[in-house]
């Protein structure tokens, strides 16, 4: 029933007058100007749409027409970029003029496992000035895998004087340094929260630099900060701050430093433990604090984690808890079946449970026997090793999926594994929206009947039909790939490693899975023609990530050509003597609305990173071009930059 | 041969290997000696840890300049080879984070006596300092080295006489009665059997086995310990 047509683009601009009629009311104000059908729409818009947050319903909303794409630009207060490549900063402040929060996501995942060079990119800093300028009122910030350096972290502190929640998660550039002018500078801020980050330890008291009148912190996690922490000031903080409800500590805080904070802070609803280890510099013969009765007192302790080094014998300090934890995190916990269950069957709301593999088969019969409303869980490996004998197993898988029904997500780790557990936790488990199971060894087939994993992974997408995200392991054909083309309609991300036969196994893929977001393959024979099975589909992607696979620089090229909206970044080895090889080591392609990015690394000895799309595209086109530079070192490597054409 | 190739090209993704890499500000472009002496439990993860995993693990300890040679000699040598070993390992494989495995690692040697592992990380209290700091006594060849570290730590806390450049200068026997018989500071440390003894009395390899925590007492304090240490002078001066 809407009455919107395509409007006229008015120049871009918001023109409210342009449509107005003047309309005289008798003897009333003659200047009185009636607004027009469209600026109408837009108050009702404008007023309207600020209830919808969720951005894929916005971005279907911008997508009406050029009038509700205004409104909705202007009403937007929340934005998430998912690829910090994949548009400009400018282009983002441009459209949106009102972000109070943004996520920025920047490096692959499997950046994580030094897949890339260190100085690949993903800065901060060229957001940061764009943002500086036009979010002076941002409150919430949040990054993922960029690269924030202390100058940034300074510049934010003093650019966005209401920040109030500042949340860091596998980041890397700053450090201590940079804390501390966060917690000086940002009074108003109430949740600092730093995960999985490499913090340099610059020596500096940052944890001091809470000003003594600030007392609104709510969320203080800062457990992957290798650094020492002033504890007396932490103590005083925790003490003024009675809205604190999360508070994540390093391992440089032993656990009767632990109990003093706990007890000026009962309110807490998550809390990291620290070490979880005593500090035994203090005269012998003193007492040891009621660690017991300090858990007794948290009442409304829903999540624990920590214990990064901790003693098993002080675990049942926190029995008091077990009943109400919803999460559990003792992935840093290296403790046996034995000393893990006396705590899980005390767990019976868990939702959320992470686990070293030390825990055993055994341990995991105990968590399946406890946990009936366990939703996610996590194995990790003591030893991640490929030849090890690891104590978790498939028995371990079978038994969580007999007792955990309603089990979403779980990420296990194991040394081996049969096709046989994996179809029955795709039967036992239909709830399943993320199956992610690395078996350790590459190539490893199911260690009962010898065959690949094909028919358990095959399982999994046929039975799950919720699932959304898949990892998929040990020795897999092109057969696997056939069945998750075939059944994964709802698959979103999916990891590949030393997987499959030929061509067919991507292309199965690329052909099958219509909601695929995210793809990570290494070490597979994929190759060009498997490459060009998505041509029709990369545009709809965040990102292919392939390395290590049989796509050549040709192939890499030909992609570029043929979609100018996309990114193509290619590692390659150059054979010194030969030239270029035709080798690619690693392709990562995104689309993007702004061409190749001017910050790639120039590198001067192999592997050289290769920038392709709109330049290489404008390059065979004829146009002026595109330095397509080619130089030889003194040491005979060749670096190999292409850089956006100023004319395009 | 195509496995090789791969095998191969997995060598040589370490980027960390490479010396003369230029990266772009911001984003940290590391030469290779910083490289090596960061291979401690930082929590720093990436290429650091990707030393650890590489096969090639000699290219990290040679010279600049030669290193671009012994890449070329090993690149012949892994050609040469019939077939890759099925226990070499590959980056980033299994696809766990640094840092997870770091910390296990140190939980195993503290939990081990006397840390026959890699790392013998302890800590180190000095009496009215705000917090403790850990140190590896594996990085250190003998005491000297230790009590450099430990001075360049704690030198902001110091009460005690310190040298020009603000080290605590416990290198100097003669100074150490000075040190116990005031309020300047003392090494000690716990050993396997849970006694606090005078840093300095045994072997620095026995040293090492047996400190499980180190603390920088007041030299008033000491002086229970000191004894040993001052026949220790007198036998010596």
């Known amino acids: 029933m809407s009455e919107d047509e395509e409007l006229p683009d008015l120049g871009g601009g918001a023109t409210p007058n342009s449509n107005s009629t003047v309309v005289s009311i008798g003897g009333g104000d003659q200047n009185y100007v009636s607004p027009g059908p469209d600026q109408v729409l837009e108050n009702v818009l404008e007023n309207v749409l600020c209830f919808l947050t969720s951005r894929r319903d916005r971005n279907a909303a911008s997508l009406v027409c050029k009038s509700w794409y205004r409104a909705e630009a202007l009403t937007r207060s929340e934005l998430f970029i998912g690829n910090c490549y994949s548009v400009s900063p400018r282009r983002v402040t441009n459209r949106f003029r009102l972000i109070k929060a943004i996520a920025i996501k920047g490096k692959p995942r499997f950046s994580d496992f030094s897949l890339l060079p260190p100085d690949w990119g993903a800065h901060f800093a060229p957001w940061l000035r764009a943002m500086a300028i036009s979010y002076r009122a941002l409150e919430k910030l949040y990054l993922k895998r960029m690269c924030v350096r202390d100058e940034d972290l300074a510049i934010a502190a003093h650019s966005f004087p209401i920040l109030k929640e500042l949340v860091l998660v596998c980041c890397e550039g700053f450090g201590t340094d940079g804390l501390a002018i966060v917690a000086r500078e940002c009074r108003q801020i109430r949740v600092l929260e730093l995960m999985d980050s490499v913090i340099r330890d610059n020596e500096v008291d940052w944890i001091s630099c809470f000003p003594e009148d600030v007392t609104c912190l709510e969320s203080l996690i800062f457990d992957c900060v290798e650094a020492p922490i002033n504890f007396e000031v932490l103590e005083r903080l925790v003490a003024r701050s009675p809205s604190l409800k999360k508070l994540m500590l390093n391992s440089y805080i032993s656990i009767t430093q632990l109990y003093r904070l706990m007890i000026r802070a009962p309110q807490l609803t998550h809390l990291g433990t620290g070490s979880f280890s005593p500090l035994e510099i203090v005269a012998q013969g003193e007492h040891e604090p009621d660690y017991f009765s300090a858990f007794a007192a948290c009442k409304s302790l829903i999540c624990l984690s920590g214990f990064k080094e901790i003693i098993p014998e002080y675990l049942s300090a926190i029995y008091p808890v077990c009943g109400n934890l919803t999460s559990l995190n003792l992935s840093y916990a290296n403790i046996s079946a034995e000393q893990l269950k006396p705590v899980i069957r005390q767990c019976h709301k868990l939702q959320t449970f992470w686990a070293l593999d030390s825990v055993s088969d055994e341990g995991l019969q105990a968590v399946s026997a406890a946990c009936k409303d366990l939703r996610e869980l996590r194995v990790f490996p003591v030893e991640a090793l490929e030849d090890a004998e690891g104590p978790v197993s498939e028995v371990g898988l079978l038994a969580i999926s007999e007792g955990c029904r309603k089990l979403q997500s779980i990420l296990y780790f194991c040394h081996r594994m049969t096709n046989a557990a994996v179809v029955a936790m795709s039967k036992n488990c239909p709830d399943l929206v993320v199956f992610r199971l690395c078996i350790m060894g590459r190539h490893m087939p199911d260690h009962v009947t010898g065959e690949p994993m094909d028919e358990g992974f095959g399982a999994i997408v046929k039975n799950c039909k919720k699932l959304t995200r898949l990892a998929v392991s040990g020795l897999l054909t092109d057969r696997v790939f056939n069945y998750i083309g075939q059944y994964g309609k709802l698959l979103r991300t999916l990891s590949v490693a030393f997987a499959g036969n030929t061509d067919l196994g991507l292309k199965y893929l690329l052909e099958g899975c219509p909601k695929l977001q995210k793809l990570e393959i290494r070490d597979s024979p994929f190759g060009d023609s498997a490459l060009f099975a998505g041509l029709h589909h990369y545009y709809n992607m965040r990102f292919l990530w392939l390395s290590a696979c049989k796509v050549t620089r040709q192939g890499c090229k030909e992609v570029a050509r043929q979609l100018p909206g996309l990114v193509v970044e290619v590692i390659a080895w150059n054979e010194e003597e030969n030239g270029t090889s035709e080798d690619v080591d690693t392709l990562y392609l995104y689309r993007s609305l702004d061409g190749p990015r001017a910050d790639a690394p120039r590198l001067m000895v192999r592997p050289s990173l290769i920038m392709l799309g709109k330049a290489l595209f404008n390059y065979r086109a004829g146009f002026p071009l595109a330095a397509l530079k080619i130089s030889p070192s003194s040491c005979g490597f060749h670096a190999l930059a292409v850089e956006p054409s100023p004319a395009a | ?237």
């Open chain 2, 1 to 237: 041969m195509t496995m090789i190739s791969e095998e191969h090209k997995k060598e040589k993704l370490g980027f960390e290997e490479t010396e003369l890499r230029l990266g772009l500000p911001g984003g940290g472009g590391i030469i290779n000696g910083d490289l090596v002496k960061n291979t401690n439990a930082n929590g720093k993860r990436g290429y650091t840890q990707t030393v650890d995993l590489k096969l090639n693990l000699a290219l990290k300890e040679t010279e600049k300049g030669e290193n671009l040679q012994k890449e070329k000699n090993l690149i012949s040598c892994s050609n040469d080879s019939v077939k890759p070993s099925p226990k070499a390992q590959v980056v980033g494989w299994p696809p766990v984070r640094s840092f997870r495995k770091n910390i296990v690692a140190v939980q195993k040697s503290s939990s081990e006596e006397g840390g026959g592992g890699a790392t013998t990380f302890v800590k180190v209290s000095m009496d009215g300092a705000p917090y403790l700091r850990k140190v590896d006594l594996n990085m250190y060849k003998s005491y000297q080295d230790l009590y450099g570290a430990l001075g360049k730590m704690f030198s902001s806390f110091t009460m005690g006489k310190c040298d020009s450049q603000g080290v605590m200068d416990f290198m100097n026997e003669s100074k150490l009665m000075d040190l116990l018989n005031g309020s300047d500071f003392v090494p000690t440390y716990e050993d396997k059997d849970g006694d606090w003894m005078l840093v300095g009395d045994v072997p620095w390899e026995m040293f090492v086995g047996s400190c499980k925590r180190l603390r920088i007492m007041k030299g008033t304090e000491a002086i229970g310990l000191a004894p040993r240490a001052m026949e220790k002078c007198k036998n010596r001066s």
